[in-house]
């Protein structure tokens, strides 16, 4: 029997829009109900692979049972406006998904679902009506049932049947008595279901209750029964579903055809569901495309020589794998104009590969115009072209322009930078991907691997699509005045990045063994105090059980459930809670910092160093943050605790080169310094001027004492203090933050504004701005739109204001840390000087140093940090040396 799937679309929305909280994309547009949406209609098609089906909605405007009661759907709100300004967007995924549509003026679509299904049933169709709404019971037959996609729950004749004691027709008669409050159907008072089942099983229908209402023994029933017996039928009629709607049943215009691929992806791309557009591939149209192989010496010739005169291009790198320092270079691929590229092979390896030049010849050829820095190279992410390119003998100069770094300056609230999804938004171009070139998992081929007639296509759309986008991306950082930003910090960094993440830093892998065995030994010694403590053995990483043992066994208070309602909630900040209240979730915090730090670092950090530089060599990342702050990755060196014994212990293992000495130059108080130029606020400027302790005057000021009385612990309460407004924090944190009552927290917060009058207005006014233009910028000009900032959902507009406030100043001291290492590499490349940045953590730079130079070093370091902007207060750089990173912090 050929099945139908008929969708309540309608339904769907409202379920996907409440199941789903907060999603929106970087330009503010909510997609909760859209991305809910499209994962119920993806959960329809993978799981039931349906060959006719129907999405069907409701209509705008009345329907014939306003005609009947005007009353009807009255106590509904007015729908959402985040919701309203997602339907469009759910009816185009709809369209592009070849699902068929439906909706009519005057009729709900639980009324076409209803025709549908006895017109289907007539024409030997087995019908699945797709919803979670009860109402739909009563349509519920032998050739018809309910699919609940949100329970995976299927609904038949027996199974209503023996859940509510009645067949599905009778729903109709118990929804007549019970009403439905949700449509304002009024039914009969005081008559809820279970009554209305017991009714019509004693007396078989609406009309049996009334001729029956005399032998009713219950006086107040039978007073309403015979009182609301025309509300009674009228209900009878309003929660019937109409079976004989105008809508013709056609099959061969139900029937599914295959997605538009381009059309889905072009729609995922704008509302940032990365992993939604990844799957459905689009053929790219090469048609159109001029891609060329060379592989001779006169082919690179040839194309050296038209490079040069090009005066610009974009170039790629294929590798065999994704580590730069690791990897070996495969092929490159050249663009010079749109839709025009050529890709060198230089190291394909499988059986019938034909000749090739190879890497050493390839870059003699091409190491004139790649290391002419008259010659401009664009890429993107070419950090990491750079860093193979090195590794295998060629001097790249000239580098202009990297795609994913000016993508990232524009939109740096966006999730990803990657060079199909600028594609897709700037060119509405789908990318051919690495999997359809490779391949993945366990059956994945590295690049070497891949035959030419995949390989050319695949890297030259590469570089082609990376021209084409830069002469898209360098206007709009004009208009958005980022060019200078832009040419100034951001390119030059990526210089300095090259230089550092080569480099790397050398760890001492025996420090690290040994600190293995040492936390696993005090993991195992905590492990017996826990037990001891819980009073019997459990499962310490397993929430269900510790929640067990914390609230039923020893009965703490419950602080939250899991996000599902199904256990109690152990994370963080419910242990940090209790831990003042039991020893045990005190233990267990320390325990899972101890085996965090042990997995993410102690042991991790061994099987990462480079097997031939013998150092460890993160990933400095310009594109993830939205404060333009740079972050680190594999490993992430970013996040080693400062101040925990464990954290020293771990940093203790970072050494310099044998022989050299390793320093530290950390700005001190750069936020605060910064937020006392951008406020002007008098009495801030004159306490860093003068050098007082600004932490002790301020709990001076807010908890009205004369400063010799402040007490360490009030110093360290005024830092959370001075801190938590550069972030925005109202009361309700700080009072978490410090261990107050909410009342004191605010009292803190309005003696803090009474004395810091300057910031108050600065903070009010940044805020005002924010509200009129949108977005919020840098001292340097570094802009972050606002989505939410205008939001009418107040928790929205309140992140958006605290990020308008902090931006300012969190962002410029991440710009002035940019300037400052591109400052620092140019001075130690001109004195000629050995000594190496290595790392870059928040406010700190970390350096080896000869001992022959360490002094001059930190005299530079000193002056180009604290000289690298001219603010009203200056800034101060600390510098420590040591034999380790933890002695040198």
Known sequence: MKTIYLVDGSAYIHRAFHAVRNLSNSKGLPTNAIFGFTNMMLKLINDKKPEYAAMVFDAKGPTFRHEMYKDYKANRPPMDEALAVQIPYIKNVTEAFNMPMLEMQGYEADDLIGTLAKKAEKQGFMVVMVTGDKDFNQLVTNKSVVWDPMKDETRTVESITEKQGLPPDKVIEIMALSGDSSDNIPG?????????????????????????????TKKKQKENLQTYKDDAFLSHKLVTIETDAPVEFDPEKLRIQEPDSQKLAKIFSELEFRDLSKAYPVKTDLSKKEYTALTTEEDLEALAENLEKAGVFALDTETTGLDPMQASLVGMSFSYEADRAFYAPLTHDYLGAPDQVGVEKALEILGPVLSNPEIKKIGQNIKYDWIVLARHGADLQGVAFDTMVASYLLNPSHRSHGLDQIAMELLEHRMISYEEVCGKGAKAITFNQVPLEKAVPYACEDADVTFQIYGLLQPKLEKNQLLELFKTVEMPLVRVLVKMEMEGITVDSDQLQALSKEFQGGMESAEKEIYQLAGEEFNIASPQQLGHILFEKLGLPVQKKTKKKTGYSTDVKVLTTLASQHELPALILRYRSVAKLKSTYVDALQSLIHPETGRV???FNQNVTATGRLS?????????????????????AFIPRKGWEMFCADYSQIELRILAHLSQDEFLIELFKSGEDIHKRTASEVFELFPEFVTDEMRRQAKAINF??????????????????????????????????????????TIALAHETGMTKTLLGRTRPLPDINAKNRVLMEAAERIATNTPIQGTAADLIKVAMIKVQNALEEQNMQTKMLLTVHDELVFESPPEEIFQAQVLAEQMMEGVWDLDVALKVNIESGKNWAEAH
């Open 188 to 216: 009969v008072p005081g008559i809820g279901p279970k009554t209305a089942i017991a009714l019509i099983q004693e007396f078989g229908s609406l009309e049996g209750v009334y001729e029956g209402v005399e032998t009713i």
């Open 617 to 619: 060599h993160t990933s």
């Open 632 to 652: 680190s990755s594999n490993p992430n060196l970013q996040n080693i605790p400062i101040r925990t014994p464990e954290g020293k212990r771990i940093r203790e």
């Open 724 to 765: 938590g407004i550069i972030y925005g924090m109202g009361a309700f944190r700080l009072s978490n933050e410090i261990g107050v009552s909410r009342k004191t927290a605010q009292r803190y917060i309005d003696n803090y504004f009474v004395t810091y009058k300057g910031v108050k207005k600065f903070i009010e006014e």
